[in-house]
C-alpha cells in the first residue's frame, strides 16, 4: 500500500515540477492542425520513424507479448515505422517515469495511461489534441461512456484502448454448496450482505476459512467507493476536473457501506485488502465473490478450477459503476513524422478485429461497438456469456474520477477511505476531510 501511495506522491510532484498551470482553465487548445484525419492516410515518412510507446501493466496475463506482437505485426504492415515498447510497471509507476521524461525534454511518442491522468497531462501542456488528427465519424465509433474521460470540452485529448469497469465475480460451486441459485447473482446490497453471509465460512474454532465477499481496499479504493457511489445516485466529481462531491450524504452512506461488509457484517476480511491479492484469493477459493476489473476476466477464466459468473454491481437505489482503465496519448514536444506515425500506430490498434481479439485475450471491454460486430466477438461471448457483462454494464456507467492535481487528490481520498476501513476514522470524518483537502488543492482552478 505504502508503495502505491508513495508512488502516486511522487507522480503529483512531479507534475507540479513540470508547470503544472496555477489557472482555471486547461490548458489551451492548439491551433488546428492540418494533419489528416482518421480517414485520410497519413503522409509517408521520408525515412524511418521509431516509436516509444510506454506501456503499463496492471493486471495479470501475458500483456507484455501481446503488445510486442501489435508491435510486430504493425511494423510489418508500416516497415517505416517501429514502435519500441517501454513497459513502466504499474499505471502509476509509468506515469511517473512519463512525467520525468517530459521534464528531462526526452518525452515519450505515445503511451497508455490512465484515462484519470487527462487534466494532469494537460496541465504539464504534454499531450497533443488528437481532436483534428481523427475524424468526427471514428470517435463516434467508442462507447460514449469511455469518452467522457478522454476529453475537456470538445477538445479530444486521447483514444480508448484498454477500457474497463468493475464486475463482480462469482463461484457458482460455492453458491450451490451454500444452498444459492449459481444462476442468480445478488442484485441489490441487501441480497449481497445475505449472500455474502452464508457464504462465509468458519472451522471449529470459529476461525473463517472461507470469505463470502472481498472488495480492494489499496491502490483503487477510490474506485471501489465510486461504484458504490453512483450505484446510491450520486457522482463524486465534475466533469471539468475542478470540483469533488466526496462529503455528499450518498458518498457517505456508499462508504458506510463498504466499512460495514467487514467491521459489522463480518462477511469480508477487515484490514487491508490488496489489489493484486484479491483476484488470487478468488481463484484459489478463499472467497466466494469479488469486486474487480474487467480488466482480470480472461486470467480468472484461464485459472480458476471452478465455473463463475459475472454479473453488475449490485444495486441501492441503481445500477452503476465508473469507467476505468486506460487511453493512448500522443505527446506535443515530438517531431511531427512521429506524431503522424503514432496515429497511424492507434489506427492500428482500433481496428474492430484488433480491439475485439484484444478484449478476448485481456478481458477489457472492447472500446468500440464495431468490435462487437465481428464474428470473433460474437462467437466469444456466444461461448463464454460472461464476457458482454462489462460492455451491457455500460448502460449504468459513468466517468471516473479525474481532477487536476489527480495524483494529490487521488492520494488523499484513498488515504482517508482507507482509515474509514481500517476504523481509525467514521465514514463522515473521512469524508469530511477529504472534501477540505481537495477543495484546498483545486481551489486555484475554480
Given at each position: 500500500m505504502k508503495k502505491v501511495m508513495m508512488t502516486l506522491l511522487s507522480a503529483s510532484m512531479l507534475l507540479t515540477a513540470c508547470g503544472q498551470s496555477q489557472s482555471a482553465k486547461p490548458a489551451a487548445a492548439p491551433a488546428q492542425s492540418t494533419a489528416p484525419a482518421a480517414t485520410q492516410e497519413t503522409a509517408k515518412a521520408d525515412k524511418p520513424v521509431e516509436l516509444q510507446f510506454y506501456f503499463p501493466v496492471a493486471v495479470g496475463g501475458p500483456i507484455t507479448k501481446l503488445i510486442d506482437k501489435l508491435a510486430d505485426d504493425f511494423h510489418k504492415d508500416n516497415p517505416a515505422i517501429t514502435v519500441k515498447p517501454v513497459y513502466g510497471g504499474s499505471y502509476q509507476d509509468t506515469m511517473t517515469k512519463v512525467a520525468t521524461a517530459v521534464q528531462g525534454g526526452n518525452s515519450p511518442d505515445v503511451a497508455v495511461l490512465l484515462s484519470t491522468d487527462l487534466y494532469s497531462l494537460i496541465s504539464m501542456n504534454a499531450i497533443e489534441d488528437l481532436t483534428p488528427r481523427f475524424s468526427k465519424e471514428y470517435f463516434n465509433g467508442f462507447y460514449e461512456a469511455f469518452m467522457g474521460n478522454t476529453k475537456s470540452g470538445d477538445t479530444v485529448w486521447s483514444v480508448p484502448f484498454q477500457r474497463s469497469t468493475i464486475v463482480m465475480y462469482y463461484n457458482k460451486d460455492l453458491f450451490k454448496k451454500a444452498g444459492l441459485d449459481p444462476e442468480k447473482a445478488p442484485s441489490s446490497w441487501?441480497?449481497?450482505?445475505?449472500?455474502?453471509?452464508?457464504?462465509t465460512v468458519k472451522d471449529g474454532s470459529g476461525k473463517v476459512t472461507q470469505w463470502g465477499i472481498e472488495i480492494p481496499s489499496t491502490g483503487y479504493q477510490y474506485w471501489m467507493l465510486?461504484?458504490?457511489?453512483?450505484?446510491?445516485?450520486?457522482n463524486i466529481a465534475s466533469g471539468d476536473g475542478k470540483q469533488v462531491f466526496f462529503n455528499k450524504p450518498e458518498v457517505q452512506e456508499a462508504l458506510q457501506f463498504?466499512?460495514?461488509?467487514?467491521?459489522?457484517?463480518?462477511?469480508?476480511?477487515?484490514?487491508?485488502?490488496?489489489?493484486?491479492?484479491v483476484p488470487s484469493d478468488f481463484i484459489s477459493g478463499k472467497t466466494a465473490m469479488m469486486y474487480h476489473t474487467t480488466g482480470n476476466l480472461t486470467k480468472v477464466k484461464t485459472d480458476a478450477k471452478f465455473d463463475f459468473g459475472v454479473a453488475f454491481l449490485p444495486a441501492n437505489k441503481k445500477y452503476g459503476s465508473p469507467t476505468g482503465g486506460g487511453n493512448l496519448y500522443v505527446f506535443k514536444n515530438i517531431p511531427e513524422e512521429r506524431k503522424q506515425a503514432a496515429v497511424k500506430f492507434i489506427e492500428f490498434l482500433t481496428k474492430p478485429e484488433r480491439v475485439a481479439q484484444w478484449s478476448i485475450d485481456t478481458g477489457y471491454v472492447g472500446t468500440t461497438k464495431a468490435s462487437y460486430e465481428t464474428d470473433l466477438l460474437k462467437n466469444y461471448i456466444k461461448d463464454f456469456p460472461q464476457a458482454a457483462v462489462a460492455r451491457d454494464q455500460l448502460q449504468y456507467a459513468d466517468s471516473e474520477l479525474s481532477t487536476f492535481q489527480n495524483g494529490q487528490v487521488t492520494k488523499?481520498?484513498?488515504?482517508?477511505?482507507?482509515?474509514?476501513?481500517?476504523?481509525?476514522?467514521?465514514?463522515?470524518?473521512?469524508?469530511?476531510?477529504?472534501?477540505?483537502?481537495?477543495?484546498?488543492?483545486?481551489?486555484?482552478f475554480q
Open positions: 441487501s441480497e449481497l450482505k445475505e449472500a455474502a453471509s452464508k457464504l465510486q461504484a458504490m457511489s453512483l450505484e446510491s445516485g450520486t463498504y466499512s460495514d461488509l467487514g467491521r459489522k457484517d463480518r462477511v469480508m476480511p477487515e484490514g487491508a485488502l490488496e489489489w493484486a491479492t488523499l481520498f484513498n488515504d482517508n477511505i482507507q482509515a474509514a476501513l481500517l476504523g481509525k476514522m467514521s465514514p463522515q470524518e473521512a469524508l469530511e476531510k477529504s472534501q477540505q483537502q481537495a477543495d484546498a488543492i483545486l481551489k486555484s
